[in-house]
Structures are given as C-alpha cells and as structure tokens.
T-cell receptor, first 114, second 112 residues
Framework: AQTVTQSQPEMSVQEAETVTLSCTYD???????LFWYKQPPSRQMILVIR??????QNATENRFSVNFQKAAKSFSLKISDSQLGDAAMYFC???????????FGTGTSLTVIP | DTGVSQDPRHKITKRGQNVTFRCDPI?????LYWYRQTLGQGPEFLTY????????KSRLLSDRFSAERPKGSFSTLEIQRTEQGDSAMYLC??????????FGEGSRLTVL
C-alpha cells in the first residue's frame, strides 16, 4: 500500500504570514492524484486543493498553493496571508489514477496566532 | 445543496452492544467510503462501495463490522459486540467516479 507521511504534527503561523506544510509519499505508480484536506475543529473535512501527477504546473486556489516535486515524491502546501479561519488539521492524501482507495497522512495541526 | 449526512452524530454505548451508523451520500455520487479516525490520526480506510457493490474491505476490519449499501443509495455501518477499542469517529465520504472525496461530519462512537 502507498504511504503518505506528514512529518510536522503541529505548526503555527502569525496571522497574515505564510506557512508551508510538508508531505511526502511513497509510490511506484506514475499516474496518481494528490490532495490536501482541511478539518476544522468539530467540523467536516473539506478539500483544499488537488494536483494531478501528470500536470507539471503546481495547483493554486486563491491563498493556497502547492509545490509538487514528482521526482522527490514531495507535495507541500503553502498558505499565504494566513487567516484565523485557516486554523485546522490538514491532511495530505494520495489516490492512484486507476485506483479507488485514498491514503491519508497523520495530519498537521495548524495554529494561527492573532 | 445537500452534502453528505451522517446519523447519529454521537453515540454512547456499553461494551457488547451493537451499533449502526447511517450515511446519506451526495445523490449523484456512485462511490461511498467508510473511514475510521482516532484522535491525532488520519482517516483509516474501512470499506468502499461502487453503487450497491462492496468492492473493497480493509484487511484490518474485524468481522464484527459489516456495511451495506442497498440500491446504491444510503449506506449503513454496523458494529456488533462493541469493544472499547472501537471508540472513534466514523467518517463517511462519497465521490463521483475519478473525483475527490466529499466527507460527512462523522459519527462519534464512545464505548463504555
């Protein structure tokens, strides 16, 4: 099974500053999808951003962007202009292109300091 | 816009009792997943349906766990003879073919 590793259990950032969350994964496949999900306290998990492995261009969604390094099997999330509402658990996830299972990392708890 | 809904949101039960959780996916989604999440951990895959067919089940899943998705609509997850180690958040998610997961708010189980 594929493994997804998030090596930062906790991170903090000052409001309006930029923070980067790390994620690495292990796979022998060439075609797959990567995701970042956000889980606010006591609320449902929602998709932040997704990246198709065949696309060289890094995905961006407003203040959220990724740095996808396919050879290094690295997929980091950058949050710019951090807001109090960004405080949450962030999970990195992997799905192979033909597959159906999603594999999740253990998460990074992000605190935003006012 | 109706998202994924789960019921009940919280369940407290005594060890040895049976519990059942229900998930109503987004109506046009043909895939439905069940995950278990414990504190400080990421979601752990339990099982997955495409329409009414249960296509995959985690090898870690005890035979006390069973899931159904009759007629490819809502799904139920039943845990028989609950144990304290079953205490967790049970997450349901649905997706269209090839798409991302849309999660419900989860059903929190506490086994006393």
């Amino acid at each position: 099974a594929q493994t997804v590793t998030q090596s930062q259990p906790e991170m903090s950032v000052q409001e309006a500053e930029t923070v980067t969350l790390s994620c690495t994964y292990d796979t022998s496949e060439s075609d797959y999808y990567l995701f970042w999900y956000k889980q606010p306290p006591s609320r449902q998990m929602i998709l932040v951003i997704r990246q198709e492995a065949y696309k060289q261009q890094n995905a961006t969604e407003n203040r959220f962007s990724v740095n996808f390094q396919k050879a290094a099997k690295s997929f980091s999330l950058k949050i710019s202009d951090s807001q109090l509402g960004d405080a949450a658990m962030y999970f990195c996830a992997y799905r192979s292109a033909p597959g159906n299972q999603f594999y999740f990392g253990t998460g990074t708890s992000l605190t935003v300091i006012p | 816009d109706t998202g994924v809904s789960q019921d009940p949101r919280h369940k407290i039960t005594k060890r040895g009792q049976n519990v059942t959780f229900r998930c109503d996916p987004i109506s046009e989604h043909n895939r439905l997943y069940w995950y278990r999440q414990t504190l400080g951990q990421g979601p752990e895959f339990l099982t997955y349906f495409q329409n009414e067919a249960q296509l995959e089940k985690s090898r870690l899943l005890s035979d006390r766990f069973s899931a159904e998705r009759p007629k490819g609509s809502f799904s139920t997850l039943e845990i028989q003879r609950t144990e304290q180690g079953d205490s967790a958040m049970y997450l349901c998610a649905s997706s269209p073919t090839g798409g991302e997961l849309f999660f419900g708010e989860g059903s929190r189980l506490t086994v006393l």
